[in-house]
């Protein structure tokens, strides 16, 4: 409902703008001029909605988003001169950015309990009501109706928003007292670095996106040579097409994170050089949808992966800084434009704009990969290769330091009982010990696989093979030196290093070789589960088995 709040507003006050400025009795460049309030308000607001959310619980989001719905309707009221303009924009840039943040850091919470995608979801309806808001708002102008009406309305909306959030949201019990005074940031300065290096690659996303919206209708006016009405289609497409696919990938797991960065950067890139390049609008309308599609996924994934797996004592500065620097790149992206048009034309500028996308699809795998400086949850140092491990609170309480140890625990039994499938040929007890779609596996030579149903049937071949009544591969797994890190409530990775032994009556071999497996935990349906396991082999000795051999196998005879 918050979301819903959020995109009403925008949805009016885009198509109200018009009526704004007749109302105050403002040129073109005092507009401009009366607009950059809102960045002046929003950015110093979203820095402050954060330390607020940490000190005081998620549900400062209520009064938050209540507020942006009264600052609209008092800037219908107020807009009746430049200084009136100016200073109900301030407020609404103030009060839009505290919500902007504190949405974002309840559907994080929200989406981390769940251990389902929820932050996707919500920007889907954010982005439907801004298109349904704007039609809704055109049609109060047509019947004449007052400008404060559709404020007004969503006033109405915004205000039963935060009732429902501030009945709905119990009080925090992970509050500022944890936090030692000294950290001023998401984990200090350098803790902060990580959340910065997200918030680029969001502000690269919002540039493009915002781009789009900003310049469709006068690309395709200009270069396009389409009128008034159809030039007018062009940033409804955009903002249907971003919430149409935000709907659609929403239940996309977390597991698949890089790889639908990395497709919508492709798509965002492809996109707009095939609009630069389009002759008529006819052709120009596929790569619009295209980059709909590609910059409607980025950001959200983006704030997923910082809500997953942050710390709920740091929950409220981290969505805060990640929000603000992508925000950056929302009110850079149409000056950006702007200025390439000015230098290269407007198909110049779409060249730039898909080189955007394309500098985001270079730099999200190296910034994903940046080393974390924060304590891991199991108090382990920062693994070895850099992987990355969100910054966590020096001083967790004894019931968070128990929840810890318990999933440990309860992922050494996952592990466990991965292992003991494996030797006692139990496919479906191994099957059972991964997510139920989509898990990364990589082991050596079996194969490579997006999904656990590949490696089971591979392993059911090779298992369960029989000589005269026999199994004919006989395993067994030891694994050891478990090296587990907790994440969040609902993620966690691990190292194991493997010993292992094979007899090969077939061949009639043994060999015994040794690897370590990287793994990645989640929480599916109330249990861990592998969402990833890769396995990498450092040696290995095969030899023959001599005819005096005697191979007995009494305890397998059930498993065949």
Same mark, same amino acid.
């Given at each position: 409902?918050?979301?819903?709040? @959020?995109?009403?507003?925008?949805?009016?006050?885009?198509?109200?703008?018009?009526?704004?400025?007749?109302?105050?009795?403002?040129?073109?460049?005092?507009?401009?001029?009366?607009?950059?309030?809102?960045?002046?308000?929003?950015?110093?607001?979203?820095?402050?909605?954060?330390?607020?959310?940490?000190?005081?619980?998620?549900?400062? /989001?209520? +009064?938050?988003?209540?507020?942006?719905?009264?600052?609209?309707?008092?800037?219908?009221?107020?807009? #009746?001169?430049?200084?009136?303009?100016?200073?109900?924009?301030?407020? $609404?840039?103030?009060?839009?950015?505290?919500?902007? !943040?504190?949405?974002?850091?309840?559907?994080?919470?929200?989406?981390?309990?769940?251990?389902?995608?929820?932050? =996707?979801?919500?920007?889907?309806? @954010?982005?439907?009501? #801004?298109?349904?808001?704007?039609?809704?708002?055109?049609?109060?102008?047509?019947?004449?109706?007052?400008?404060?009406?559709?404020?007004?309305?969503?006033?109405?909306?915004?205000? $039963?928003?935060?009732?429902?959030?501030?009945?709905?949201?119990?009080?925090?019990?992970?509050?500022?007292?944890?936090?030692?005074?000294?950290?001023?940031? +998401?984990?200090?300065? %350098?803790?902060?670095?990580?959340?910065?290096?997200?918030?680029?690659?969001?502000?690269?996303?919002? *540039?493009?996106?915002?781009?789009?919206?900003?310049?469709?209708?006068? @690309?395709?006016?200009?270069?396009?040579?389409?009128?008034?009405?159809?030039?007018? #289609?062009?940033?409804?497409?955009?903002?249907?097409?971003?919430?149409?696919?935000? @709907?659609?990938?929403?239940?996309?797991?977390?597991?698949?994170?890089?790889? $639908?960065?990395?497709?919508?950067?492709?798509?965002?890139?492809?996109?707009?050089?095939?609009?630069?390049?389009? +002759?008529?609008?006819?052709?120009?309308?596929?790569?619009?949808?295209?980059?709909?599609?590609?910059?409607?996924?980025?950001?959200?994934?983006?704030?997923?992966?910082?809500?997953?797996?942050?710390?709920?004592?740091?929950?409220?500065? *981290?969505?805060?800084?990640?929000?603000? $620097?992508?925000?950056?790149?929302?009110?850079?992206?149409?000056?950006?434009?702007?200025?390439?048009?000015?230098?290269?034309?407007?198909?110049?500028?779409?060249?730039?704009?898909?080189?955007?996308?394309?500098?985001?699809? !270079?730099?999200?795998?190296?910034?994903?990969?940046?080393?974390?400086?924060? =304590?891991?949850?199991?108090?382990?140092?920062?693994?070895?290769?850099?992987?990355?491990?969100?910054?966590?609170?020096?001083?967790?309480?004894?019931?968070?330091?128990?929840?810890?140890?318990?999933?440990?625990?309860?992922? &050494?039994?996952? &592990?466990?009982?991965?292992?003991? /499938?494996?030797?006692?040929?139990?496919?479906?007890?191994?099957?059972?010990?991964?997510?139920?779609?989509?898990?990364?596996?990589?082991?050596?030579?079996?194969?490579?696989?997006?999904?656990?149903?590949?490696?089971?049937?591979?392993?059911?071949?090779?298992?369960?093979?029989?000589?005269?009544? %026999?199994?004919?591969?006989?395993?067994?797994?030891?694994?050891?030196?478990?090296?587990?890190?907790?994440?969040?409530?609902?993620?966690?990775?691990?190292?194991?290093?493997?010993?292992?032994?094979?007899?090969?009556?077939?061949?009639?071999?043994?060999?015994?070789?040794?690897?370590?497996?990287?793994?990645?935990?989640?929480?599916?349906?109330?249990?861990?589960?592998?969402?990833?396991?890769?396995? %990498?082999?450092?040696?290995?000795?095969?030899?023959?088995?001599?005819?005096?051999?005697?191979?007995?196998?009494?305890?397998?005879?059930?498993?065949?």
């Amino acid at each position: 409902m918050a979301f819903a709040a @959020f995109g009403a507003f925008w949805g009016a006050w885009g198509a109200s703008v018009p009526r704004v400025q007749q109302q105050a009795g403002i040129g073109d460049g005092r507009l401009g001029f009366a607009l950059l309030f809102v960045g002046a308000g929003a950015l110093p607001a979203m820095l402050l909605a954060g330390r607020a959310l940490d000190r005081w619980g998620l549900r400062v /989001a209520a +009064p938050a988003v209540a507020a942006l719905g009264c600052a609209g309707a008092g800037v219908a009221v107020t807009a #009746v001169n430049l200084a009136g303009l100016c200073a109900g924009l301030a407020a $609404v840039g103030a009060a839009s950015g505290a919500a902007d !943040v504190a949405m974002n850091a309840v559907a994080g919470r929200a989406e981390k309990i769940a251990g389902r995608p929820v932050i =996707t979801p919500a920007h889907g309806v @954010f982005s439907a009501l #801004v298109v349904v808001a704007s039609l809704g708002t055109g049609l109060a102008s047509a019947a004449s109706l007052p400008l404060a009406a559709p404020f007004g309305a969503v006033a109405v909306l915004s205000l $039963v928003a935060g009732v429902f959030l501030l009945r709905t949201l119990r009080a925090e019990v992970v509050t500022a007292r944890h936090v030692p005074a000294a950290s001023a940031s +998401p984990s200090g300065r %350098r803790g902060i670095v990580p959340f910065l290096s997200i918030g680029i690659l969001g502000a690269l996303a919002f *540039a493009s996106e915002n781009a789009h919206q900003s310049w469709s209708a006068v @690309f395709a006016q200009g270069e396009l040579g389409s009128g008034d009405g159809l030039s007018a #289609v062009a940033p409804a497409v955009f903002a249907g097409t971003v919430a149409i696919t935000r @709907f659609c990938v929403g239940g996309v797991k977390a597991a698949h994170a890089r790889t $639908v960065l990395l497709t919508g950067a492709s798509a965002a890139a492809t996109g707009a050089v095939l609009i630069a390049a389009a +002759p008529t609008l006819p052709v120009a309308a596929p790569g619009l949808v295209l980059a709909a599609a590609g910059t409607a996924v980025l950001f959200p994934t983006l704030l997923g992966i910082v809500s997953r797996n942050v710390d709920e004592s740091r929950r409220g500065r *981290a969505t805060s800084v990640v929000t603000t $620097v992508s925000y950056l790149g929302f009110l850079a992206g149409p000056g950006y434009v702007g200025l390439w048009a000015e230098a290269a034309g407007l198909r110049g500028a779409m060249v730039a704009v898909a080189a955007l996308a394309a500098v985001l699809l !270079v730099l999200t795998p190296p910034l994903l990969r940046l080393p974390f400086t924060g =304590t891991p949850l199991d108090g382990a140092p920062p693994m070895p290769d850099g992987r990355a491990t969100m910054p966590q609170p020096p001083g967790p309480d004894l019931a968070e330091r128990i929840a810890r140890l318990e999933a440990v625990e309860e992922i &050494k039994a996952l &592990k466990h009982r991965y292992l003991r /499938a494996c030797d006692a040929k139990d496919p479906a007890g191994f099957r059972a010990c991964f997510i139920a779609s989509g898990a990364s596996i990589d082991f050596d030579r079996l194969g490579a696989f997006d999904d656990a149903d590949g490696i089971a049937k591979v392993f059911e071949r090779i298992a369960l093979q029989q000589v005269d009544g %026999r199994n004919a591969i006989l395993d067994m797994h030891h694994a050891m030196h478990p090296d587990i890190t907790v994440h969040g409530a609902n993620s966690a990775s691990g190292r194991w290093t493997l010993k292992f032994r094979q007899v090969n009556l077939l061949d009639g071999t043994e060999t015994v070789s040794t690897g370590e497996y990287d793994d990645e935990y989640v929480v599916e349906d109330g249990r861990w589960k592998m969402s990833k396991c890769h396995f %990498r082999r450092h040696w290995s000795i095969t030899r023959p088995i001599g005819d005096d051999c005697r191979v007995d196998q009494p305890g397998l005879t059930r498993a065949v």
